[in-house]
T-cell receptor
């Protein structure tokens, strides 16, 4: 069974641009969660999607948004990029509504904002 | 919101027990404590979780104080492969939705 895949793996953008990251969950998994990881803040929870609906949300501004498709694939969008958005963005999938003991993580997308 | 505090780094001799503390003094009664670890260049990995009682699995033990304001993750016989960043996480629930509050992590170095 293939694991969680994320594309692209690396991305460079400039301030003010917008970016879309993609996550394909493990086959059969219906929940996708997104996390931001930075050296200063560590791991932070962004949001979770289940059955195409956002179910849980962390404390991030509205510039961060996402969606989930009927095949459970998910995209995360960041608009009006800021330098502080430079981070590793991790996606995790699970069968049911996310419980941290059931999540499998992807390799991440490293976003650099110049 | 609940908050978790962890020491930034710890060393442990190989074969000895590694005791990683976490302070979550603002935790509420229905909020679980989870522990994850992240080995360099890999995604986070679930270790253990608990609510009130102490828990043990094949990887570790979790000791939660009676007032639930702190917990300790115990790796009973640390190996070099346990070198990683360990995150203490509180799963908070508000109005039916979850938030996961991550601590900044403890970098554990297991020494040969």
């Amino acid at each position: 069974k293939a694991g969680v895949t994320q594309t692209p793996r690396y991305l460079i953008k400039t301030r003010g641009q917008q970016v879309t990251l993609s996550c394909s969950p493990i086959s059969g998994h219906r929940s996708v969660s997104w996390y931001q990881q930075t050296p200063g803040q560590g791991l932070q929870f962004l949001f979770e999607y289940f059955s195409e609906t956002q179910r849980n949300k962390g404390n991030f501004p509205g510039r961060f948004s996402g969606r989930q498709f009927s095949n459970s694939r998910s995209e995360m969008n960041v608009s009006t990029l800021e330098l502080g958005d430079s981070a590793l963005y991790l996606c995790a999938s699970s069968f049911g509504l996310a419980d941290l003991n059931e999540q499998f993580f992807g390799p991440g997308t490293r976003l650099t904002v110049l | 919101d609940a908050k978790t505090t962890q020491p930034p780094s710890m060393d442990c001799a190989e074969g000895r027990a590694a005791n990683l503390p976490c302070n979550h003094s603002t935790i509420s009664g229905n909020e679980y404590v989870y522990w994850y670890r992240q080995i360099h260049s890999q995604g986070p990995q679930y270790i253990i979780h608990g609510l009130k009682n102490n828990e043990t699995n094949e990887m570790a033990s979790l000791i939660i104080t009676e007032d639930r304001k702190s917990s300790t993750l115990i790796l009973p016989h640390a190996t070099l492969r346990d070198t990683a960043v360990y995150y203490c996480i509180v799963r908070a629930i508000t109005s039916g939705t979850y938030k996961y509050i991550f601590g900044t992590g403890t970098r554990l170095k297991v020494l040969a």
